[in-house]
């Protein structure tokens, strides 16, 4: 019977390790594949295998997103995420979605199940965004947020370009863009927050995605001498990337839950301990499920930049990195992982998403949902992220029955 249908937690585990080892951070169980790079190839390479393996049709596009469909007709029940890391990631983050959709494809095929609709499993080019900005790129540009030519010639922190990394390494694809909808998709990730384990819950039906809102600023100032210069006399932007962190912080302390705000890079021009900064360039990262109020976070933080660059005689420029509203997720699907996960004796919470992810995009343009497992301490972007194999395998089983109950849902 279906519903006494289970993944195989054993080969999801191995898949998992296996993948980790390409790029993986020594003395740590975490790994680092930033998109398009060697790393980012050889995972590609070894998932691709796995897929062919399975005996599923394997589409690249002209981003480099990797597409698994088990042969048949008609839009399928598609699920995935992504394989690239940040430079201290973990071994779940992302790569728990794709290697769970290939269980589940496995697990049907060993017992014989032909789901009335095809599934398939993919995964997005450049979803953190730590090389490449924005994230969320490859399912951005999928579902036609972004057209392909402007996305291939972003270039990256390192100076690379996108078209150029994909020709590179092999993952410039001729698959058309945007890509065809999928009847629905479901992405199942690890929580990255603590919430779930503080409430001893086991799966999260994730029913929105908070809006994100990514600025990079450069101060410019004067550099000069730091011993012989009078505090009154300083145009100095390492003080205003200074301020400007603090008055994040307290700004979403005064907006409150669930407003969040992070300065994450600084970067100090010639950043010499005896020397005031040239420039200073610096990002802010601000987040809300509210589009209200990350709209008033974002105004304030830019008045409070122009006023403080303006006192201390510094110029500002600042650059859009990626500016996404909140999403709420299809209420029907939601319904669904929230019963799969019932059925099956979990415990369940409807809950947003403080992250961004794929299955975000592909609320645009199909019904679309999320299934979380606990992350312990809530950590991860960190090689010490874990899930419990016993999470791991309760979020694969009820991303498999939340594709089974897709696949047989009546459409009008």
Same mark, same amino acid.
């Given at each position: 019977?279906?519903?006494?249908?289970?993944?195989?937690?054993?080969?999801?585990?191995?898949?998992?390790?296996?993948?980790?080892?390409?790029?993986?951070?020594?003395?740590?169980?975490?790994?680092?594949?930033?998109?398009?790079?060697?790393?980012?190839?050889?995972?590609?390479?070894?998932?691709?295998?796995?897929?062919?393996?399975?005996?599923?049709?394997?589409?690249?596009?002209?981003?480099?997103?990797?597409?698994?469909?088990?042969?048949?007709?008609?839009?399928?029940?598609?699920?995935?995420?992504?394989?690239?890391?940040?430079?201290?990631?973990?071994?779940?983050?992302?790569?728990?979605?794709?290697?769970?959709?290939?269980?589940?494809?496995?697990?049907?095929?060993?017992?014989?199940?032909?789901?009335?609709?095809?599934?398939?499993?993919?995964?997005?080019?450049?979803?953190?965004?730590?090389?490449?900005?924005?994230?969320?790129?490859?399912?951005?540009?999928?579902?036609?947020?972004?057209?392909?030519? =402007?996305?291939?010639?972003?270039?990256?922190?390192?100076?690379? +370009?996108?078209?150029?990394?994909? =020709?590179?390494?092999?993952?410039?694809?001729?698959?058309?863009?945007?890509?065809?909808?999928?009847?629905?998709?479901?992405?199942?990730?690890?929580?990255?927050?603590?919430?779930?384990?503080?409430?001893?819950?086991?799966?999260?039906?994730?029913?929105?995605?908070?809006?994100?809102?990514?600025?990079?600023?450069?101060?410019?100032?004067?550099?000069?001498?730091?011993?012989?210069?009078?505090?009154?006399?300083?145009?100095?932007?390492?003080?205003?990337?200074?301020?400007?962190?603090?008055?994040?912080? =307290?700004?979403?302390?005064?907006?409150?839950?669930?407003?969040?705000?992070?300065?994450?890079? +600084?970067?100090?021009?010639?950043?010499?301990?005896?020397?005031?900064?040239?420039?200073?360039?610096?990002?802010?990262?601000?987040?809300?499920?509210?589009?209200?109020?990350?709209?008033?976070?974002?105004?304030?933080?830019? =008045?409070?930049?122009?006023?403080?660059?303006?006192?201390?005689?510094?110029?500002?420029?600042?650059?859009?990195?990626?500016?996404?509203?909140?999403?709420?997720?299809?209420?029907?699907?939601?319904? +669904?992982?929230?019963?799969?996960?019932?059925?099956?004796?979990?415990?369940?919470?409807?809950?947003?998403?403080?992250?961004?992810?794929?299955?975000?995009?592909?609320?645009?343009?199909?019904?679309?949902?999320?299934?979380?497992?606990?992350?312990?301490?809530? +950590?991860?972007?960190?090689?010490?992220?874990?899930?419990?194999?016993?999470?791991?395998?309760?979020?694969?089983?009820?991303?498999?029955?939340?594709?089974?109950?897709?696949?047989?849902?009546?459409?009008?």
């Amino acid at each position: 019977m279906e519903h006494d249908l289970s993944i195989n937690i054993d080969r999801l585990l191995g898949r998992l390790a296996e993948l980790a080892e390409i790029g993986a951070i020594e003395g740590t169980e975490g790994c680092a594949r930033l998109a398009l790079t060697d790393e980012d190839k050889a995972g590609r390479d070894l998932v691709v295998t796995w897929m062919t393996d399975l005996g599923l049709e394997v589409s690249v596009d002209g981003i480099g997103n990797v597409i698994a469909t088990m042969p048949g007709e008609g839009p399928p029940v598609m699920t995935g995420s992504h394989i690239d890391t940040v430079r201290t990631g973990g071994r779940y983050d992302g790569n728990l979605g794709v290697l769970a959709g290939l269980e589940v494809i496995e697990t049907i095929q060993a017992a014989g199940i032909t789901p009335a609709r095809r599934f398939a499993v993919g995964f997005f080019t450049d979803e953190e965004g730590s090389r490449f900005a924005p994230d969320m790129l490859g399912s951005l540009v999928y579902v036609g947020g972004m057209p392909l030519e =402007e996305a291939l010639d972003i270039s990256g922190i390192d100076g690379a +370009i996108v078209g150029e990394e994909l =020709e590179r390494i092999g993952y410039a694809g001729s698959a058309p863009l945007p890509g065809p909808s999928p009847h629905s998709f479901v992405e199942l990730h690890i929580e990255q927050g603590p919430v779930l384990e503080i409430e001893d819950v086991t799966i999260g039906a994730v029913d929105g995605v908070q809006g994100i809102s990514w600025t990079e600023v450069e101060v410019v100032g004067q550099s000069n001498h730091a011993g012989t210069t009078p505090m009154g006399l300083r145009k100095d932007p390492g003080f205003v990337a200074a301020a400007c962190a603090n008055f994040a912080r =307290e700004l979403a302390l005064e907006l409150g839950d669930p407003q969040v705000a992070t300065v994450g890079r +600084i970067d100090l021009h010639p950043n010499l301990v005896n020397v005031v900064a040239a420039t200073a360039t610096f990002t802010v990262d601000l987040r809300n499920t509210d589009e209200a109020t990350l709209q008033e976070s974002e105004q304030r933080f830019a =008045e409070f930049l122009e006023k403080t660059a303006s006192a201390e005689g510094c110029t500002v420029e600042t650059r859009t990195l990626a500016r996404f509203e909140p999403v709420i997720f299809d209420p029907a699907v939601v319904d +669904i992982v929230e019963s799969a996960s019932s059925n099956l004796g979990y415990s369940v919470k409807r809950m947003p998403s403080g992250a961004g992810h794929d299955a975000q995009m592909f609320a645009r343009v199909c019904p679309t949902a999320m299934v979380f497992t606990p992350s312990v301490n809530g +950590i991860s972007h960190n090689p010490a992220e874990y899930t419990s194999p016993e999470d791991l395998e309760a979020g694969a089983n009820v991303l498999l029955h939340t594709m089974l109950a897709l696949a047989n849902l009546e459409t009008t």
